[in-house]
């Protein structure tokens, strides 16, 4: 996926962090009984997811230098789809029905396909497309620090969907973070807000939207098989859409655009959410979340080591202060 929020993804429909629903009902612990340590294993998984998240945007300017942005987002979604087929395939499929074929793999009731529409729209194809646009003339680092503010705009509309009521202080952190982030914007450009803001500030909102359907449906299914059926759901559309994008577009294939295109595929859009979403199921939400409040700060940090950037000092400043933003969220009464 994509860059911040897997962990809002869970906690859209609470408006808080909650109990992990990625993982099975049954592996509850009873009720009185006392709750397992978190295990290194899951701590190491969901810092990898964290990892994984920090590198798409630097993956996407390596792209770009192969690809049109139509081309890499389609041909993107493409082979991040194949993936999760053949994954869903292999794990989804109960041990004791394995190796039957495909009419043996279960489906998402009908009822949640409408909401995997929405993940898709927002996730998978939204955000990816609407981030790429916005490198043409972004800066990593300045892409990082907007985005940073996916978790406060998913839990703004997921308490604005369920109706639920956050405290005042939620509500003051939330919208110190949007300052600042408008603020750093308007001071980067000049006292006007670009195009390329103008998408950034889009693909806030399409993907916050999707984290909050797939939180939902998160409470639902595992939350894992949640991007892996909505990344499924978009394979005709964008298969269709890689071979109309490589017709009109130039391809001018270099080993950074390969990398590039490889790592957004099979790396953020799939492995990304994979172990983060693992992790979280071993340490739970309120731990995990405190690892994914480095990602802007990461990706900040790759802007300058792989893409050779000038780190202007707002920069850093401005994501500090979303952290900070986002850390009073977390601790906020719902």
């Known amino acids: 996926m994509t860059a911040t929020g897997a962990t809002v993804a869970n906690v859209a429909t609470t408006g808080a962090p909650a109990s992990d629903t990625s993982a099975p009902a049954t592996a509850r612990p009873a009720s009185g009984s006392q709750a397992p340590a978190p295990r290194p294993r899951g701590t190491l998984l969901a810092l990898l997811g964290v990892v994984s998240f920090s590198l798409t945007f630097p993956s996407t300017v390596w792209g770009l230098e192969s690809f049109g942005p139509w081309s890499l987002v389609a041909l993107r979604s493409t082979l991040a789809a194949l993936i999760a087929a053949a994954f869903l395939l292999a794990v989804g499929v109960p041990p004791h029905e394995r190796g039957r074929g495909w009419g043996r793999l279960p489906l998402p009731a009908r009822r949640h396909w409408a909401g995997l529409a ?6 998978v194809i939204g955000f990816p497309l609407l981030t790429t646009l916005a490198l043409q003339t972004s800066t990593t680092s300045h892409a990082a620090v907007v985005v940073g503010l996916l978790p406060l705009t998913t839990a703004t509309l997921a308490a604005i969907r369920t109706g639920r009521r956050p405290s005042r202080t939620f509500w003051f952190a939330a919208v110190s973070g949007a ?4 603020g750093f914007t308007l001071q980067q450009s000049g006292g006007a807000v670009s195009t390329g803001d103008v998408y950034l500030f889009g693909a806030l909102l399409v993907c916050a939207a999707g984290y909050t359907e797939g939180g939902r449906l998160a409470s639902l299914m595992p939350g894992w098989q949640v991007i892996g059926w909505a990344l499924v759901l978009c394979l005709p559309l964008m298969a269709v859409a890689s071979v109309v994008t490589l017709s009109i577009e130039p391809v001018h294939l270099n080993a950074h655009g390969i990398i590039g295109l490889a790592w ?14 693992r992790g ?23 802007s300058v080591f792989l893409l050779g950037e000038s780190l202007p000092l707002a920069a850093p400043l401005a994501a500090v202060g979303v952290l900070v933003c986002i850390a009073v969220t977390q601790r906020a009464k719902s």
């Not at 929405?118 to 996730?123: D, K, L, P, R, Y």
């Not at 790396?267 to 979403?277: A, D, I, K, P, Q």
């Not at 979280?280 to 690892?291: D, H, T």
């Open 280 to 302: 979280m199921a071993e340490i739970g939400i309120p731990k995990a979340s405190q690892l994914q409040l480095s990602q802007p700060l990461l990706t900040l940090i790759w």
């Open 179 to 182: 300052v600042v982030v408008l």
């Open 118 to 123: 929405v993940v898709a729209g927002g996730v």
């Open 264 to 277: 957004v595929a099979a790396g953020s859009t799939f492995f990304g959410l994979y172990v983060w979403y």
